[in-house]
């Protein structure tokens, strides 16, 4: 079983910054992915950037260019450096890992651009 505590979000004006981190505990294997969703009000749950334990990286469209995932495998943590937000970032943010053939979700955490 495994456990993700997800923090970081909050309410910040367009062209602000935030850093979304995830700590995974529990068994986990070190051959695992791990990435971040978002789901925006009345809309799906969607891919925001996931990266392997081999550090490659992958990102939406819309996030390219302003967001970077990383992750601390000492610490079982990813991270997600969000920059140059605007009001279509808002969302609720979730954690996501696959390890050991199964997939883990976080609790998910509120991020609100607005002036």
């Known amino acids: ?6 923090s970081g979000g909050g309410l910040v004006q367009p062209g602000g910054s935030l850093r979304l981190s995830c700590a995974a505990s529990g068994s986990i294997s070190s051959r ?6 978002r789901q925006a009000p ?7 950037a996931i990266i392997t334990s ?8 819309s996030v390219k260019g302003r967001f970077t995932i990383s992750r601390d495998n000492a ?3 990813v991270y997600l ?3 140059s937000l605007n009001p279509e970032d808002t969302a609720v943010y979730y954690c996501y890992v696959q390890t050991w053939g199964r997939e883990y979700w976080g609790q998910g955490t509120q991020v609100t651009v607005s002036s």
């Not at 009345?42 to 925001?48: E, G, N």
């Open 32 to 37: 695992n992915v791990m990435a971040w969703h």
């Open 42 to 48: 009345a809309k799906q749950r969607d891919l925001v």
């Open 81 to 83: 450096q969000m920059n």
């Open 54 to 61: 081999g550090d490659v990286t992958n990102y939406a469209d």
């Open 75 to 77: 610490k079982n943590t």
């Open 1 to 6: 079983q495994v456990q993700l505590v997800e």
